[in-house]
T-cell receptor, first 116, second 114 residues
Framework: AQTVTQSQPEMSVQEAETVTLSCTYD???????LFWYKQPPSRQMILVIR??????QNATENRFSVNFQKAAKSFSLKISDSQLGDAAMYFC?????????????FGTGTRLLVSP | NAGVMQNPRHLVRRRGQEARLRCSPM?????VYWYRQLPEEGLKFMVY????????ESGMPKERFSAEFPKEGPSILRIQQVVRGDSAAYFC????????????FGEGSRLTVL
């Protein structure tokens, strides 16, 4: 069974600094997608960034970027120039590419605290 | 364009009662997913539906839980004879396409069983 592990229950960062959230996964599939979701206090899950496993280039969305190490099965999220609004739970997620739908497997999340 | 709408946002039930959670997907979306989030845990897949069809219910408990997505109206997750262990946040998500396009999540329905 596929598993996603987030080993950091909580991380802290100061405004304008950079923080990296870790995620590792275990799968025997070769075709899959990886995601980072943000869950603010409102609890709505918001897609931050996604990575296709077949793409070697790391995905980037404005201040958010990933370090995708396929051989190591690692998928970390880097947040640059952190803002107070970045404070939230962050979930790493995996889905099989060939399934055709998003049956996501989530990690247990990392709570990000941002201080002024 | 309204997002995924879930109601009620909060629902309190006593043990043995029934809970009905509703989800209206985004306009134009015909794929609906239900996920459950227990306290301090990530979301876990329950069921995937298309209009009038259950495609995959492998994550849904075999008893007491059912889901539907009729031709007209919202998708409904129904929990019969609730127990305290059913207390959780239930999230609905929708997508437009059958492939791995973006999932849009609702704000969730928090069920508390007394």
């Amino acid at each position: 069974a596929q598993t996603v592990t987030q080993s950091q229950p909580e991380m802290s960062v100061q405004e304008a600094e950079t923080v990296t959230l870790s995620c590792t996964y275990d799968t025997s599939e070769s075709d899959y997608y990886l995601f980072w979701y943000k869950q603010p206090p409102s609890r709505q899950m918001i897609l931050v960034i996604r990575q296709e496993a077949y793409k070697q280039q790391n995905a980037t969305e404005n201040r958010f970027s990933v370090n995708f190490q396929k051989a190591a099965k690692s998928f970390s999220l880097k947040i640059s120039d952190s803002q107070l609004g970045d404070a939230a739970m962050y979930f790493c997620a995996w889905t099989r590419g060939s399934t055709g739908f998003q049956k996501l497997v989530f990690g247990t999340g990392t709570r990000l605290l941002v201080s002024p | 364009n309204a997002g995924v709408m879930q109601n009620p946002r909060h629902l309190v039930r006593r043990r043995g009662q029934e809970a009905r959670l509703r989800c209206s997907p985004m306009k134009g979306h015909s794929h609906v997913y239900w996920y459950r989030q227990l306290p301090e845990e990530g979301l876990k897949f329950m069921v995937y539906l298309q209009k009038e069809n259950i495609i995959d219910e492998s994550g849904m408990p075999k008893e007491r839980f059912s889901a539907e997505f009729p031709k007209e109206g919202p998708s409904i997750l129904r929990i019969q004879q609730v127990v305290r262990g059913d207390s959780a946040a239930y999230f609905c998500a929708s997508s437009e396409a059958f492939d791995t396009g973006e999932l849009f999540f609702g704000e969730g329905s928090r069920l508390t069983v007394l």
